[in-house]
């Protein structure tokens, strides 16, 4: 008697735990359906692909662009690229604790970038290149501490950049080129040991480059182009950066004279420093980069003789 009393107690107590597991994996599924059923909400779908596809007749793991976790079974990767829908971001996006990667890329999405976002802690890549994103670098991006991947490029985003790319520690790539940003840099970049790949083109930035740029080991591309940016270029430009492939610093303000250690980059590739007001004499050490395949330098003060065999594509005079 009493052992079927314990047996029947056990054969509880296992019913309940599976219940609440099951319970507790239906709410976090709920949450997860919640929030894609808003962003679906959000989406103007011309072709229909996603009105049709997204179905609650069938789990979120199946519908197009959405990929979940083994584990969990939670939504793990949203990739809407290329998709040619437009619409917003809307604030339930934020509750998808599991997301990992967010790709809209090449759409028309518009609107600001909700808040909520903040709360996407496990969020290591976010691409939302090529829409119409406008509003001010968010400063609760800080706050995506996994963020690894960042590109805002091609879009409307606006206001000063001043103080607001401190915080990644461990980003890797930032794109923000073709938006209208503006400010200085000047307390920037401080703690990114791992940047590699480091784009603000085309957009209204001022102010000298930060020595703490010049510091950053990882990297391997700097991309300043068409920007207001003005001062001068470290002596020892290539001390800190050994890994150092590309350095695209054509149409600012930069000024004084190339530093005359850029030999030493030993891996640059691509040196775009035309249209600025450098000056002075490139020495012959300049062309022991053997493994420069592009240099622009027209555009600027500079002389100096040039070595017959790279004339073809380097001109200190002539257009570039
Ligand atoms: C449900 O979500 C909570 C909080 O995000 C998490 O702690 C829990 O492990 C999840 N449960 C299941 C079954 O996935
Ligand atoms: C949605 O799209 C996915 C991927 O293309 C496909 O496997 C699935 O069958 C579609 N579901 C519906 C309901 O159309
Ligand atoms: C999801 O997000 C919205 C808006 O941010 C919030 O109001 C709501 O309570 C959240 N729902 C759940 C189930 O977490
Ligand atoms: C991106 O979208 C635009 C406009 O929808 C389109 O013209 C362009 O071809 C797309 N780019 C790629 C690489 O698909
Ligand atoms: C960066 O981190 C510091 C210290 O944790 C915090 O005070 C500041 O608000 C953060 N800045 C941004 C832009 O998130
Ligand atoms: C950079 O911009 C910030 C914020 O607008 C401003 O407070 C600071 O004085 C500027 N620094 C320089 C060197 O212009
Ligand atoms: C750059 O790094 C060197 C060596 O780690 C250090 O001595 C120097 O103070 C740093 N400079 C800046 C501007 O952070
Ligand atoms: C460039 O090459 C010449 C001859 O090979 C060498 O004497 C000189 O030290 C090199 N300069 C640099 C900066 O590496």
Redesign the pocket.
Known sequence: MQRTYFLFVGALALHFIATSIIVASNQNNTVDLNALLAFKAAIFDPQRIIPTNWSTSTSVCNWIGITCNARHHRVAAIDLSYMGIAGTIPPQLGNLSFLVRLNVRNNSFHGHLPTELSRLRRLKYINLEGNNFEGELPSWLGALTAIRYLSFRYNGFSGSLSGRLSNFTKLEVIGLGFNFFTGNLSEEFRALPKLRVLEIESNQLVGPLPQALFNLSSLQFIGFTSNSLSGYLPAHICDYLPQLQGLYLSWNYFEGEIPS?I??CSGLQVLSLSYNKFRGYITK?FW?LTTLTVSYLGGNDLTGKLPTSLCSCICLKYFW
């Open positions: 250690d030999g030493e050490d022991n």
